[in-house]
T-cell receptor, first 109, second 113 residues
Framework: GQNIDQPTEMTATEGAIVQINCTYQ??????LFWYQQHAGEAPTFLSY????GLEEKGRFSSFLSRSKGYSYLLLKELQMKDSASYLC??????????FGAGTTVTVRA | IAGITQAPTSQILAAGRRMTLRCTQD?????MYWYRQDLGLGLRLIHY???????GKGEVPDGYSVSRANTDDFPLTLASAVPSQTSVYFC????????????FGPGTRLTVL
């Protein structure tokens, strides 16, 4: 099984940077995903890491350390529209996703 | 391109009633999934299907059944609804090959009274 931990809430100012950490314990690791979910909407795919290191996609970056069971999602130049919940999900050796409870990010003007 | 559609958008249901949540995708994805999302618990896998004709149990399958008669459709049935099944239900699909990213439908908000 999987045990995935991420902070419940974070608040940041427009234009700032926020880092959302995710730690996991897994019986088999086969990739880590980050999703964004606005209130009342479906999760949408942000990033995927399967090897150690940093993946950059515009204002969003995701980092993975498999030996430490750790990932983070970095959101730069925060905009009001970035206010959402961010879900960390770990894929196991059976290709099934287990999700963390999500981190609600509030961006303030 | 519609992607994934779910119906109904929301439903209020009396306990003990039977209910089928519909999910259709037009991406020709091999794999499909049903999740429920509850406050503070995150998304939990109910059932999945790796390809048409096959299904499997996820983390919380009790009280739910699925079928996968073809590639596009993956209905979820609650045979006799109970209040603990009040939740938001999301259907998702993926190609079934790396990176196998899952894409989600808009969700169904179900309330069982």
């Amino acid at each position: 099984g999987q045990n995935i931990d991420q902070p419940t809430e974070m608040t940041a100012t427009e234009g700032a940077i926020v880092q959302i950490n995710c730690t996991y314990q897994t019986s088999g690791f086969n990739g880590l995903f980050w999703y964004q979910q606005h209130a009342g909407e479906a999760p949408t795919f942000l990033s995927y890491n399967v090897l150690d290191g940093l993946e950059e996609k515009g204002r969003f970056s995701s980092f993975l350390s498999r030996s430490k069971g750790y990932s983070y999602l970095l959101l730069k130049e925060l905009q009001m529209k970035d206010s959402a919940s961010y879900l960390c999900a770990v894929r196991d050796s059976d290709y099934k996703l287990s999700f963390g409870a999500g981190t609600t990010v509030t961006v303030r003007a | 391109i519609a992607g994934i559609t779910q119906a109904p958008t929301s439903q209020i249901l009396a306990a003990g009633r039977r209910m089928t949540l519909r999910c259709t995708q037009d991406m020709r994805h091999n794999a499909m999934y049903w999740y429920r999302q509850d406050l503070g618990l995150g998304l939990r896998l109910i059932h999945y299907s790796n390809t048409a004709g096959t299904t499997g149990k996820g983390e919380v399958p009790d009280g739910y059944s699925v079928s996968r008669a073809n590639t596009d459709d993956f209905p979820l049935t609650l045979a006799s609804a109970v209040p603990s099944q009040t939740s938001v239900y999301f259907c998702a699909s993926s190609e079934g090959r790396d990176p196998d990213t899952q894409y989600f439908g808009p969700g169904t908000r179900l309330t069982v009274l």
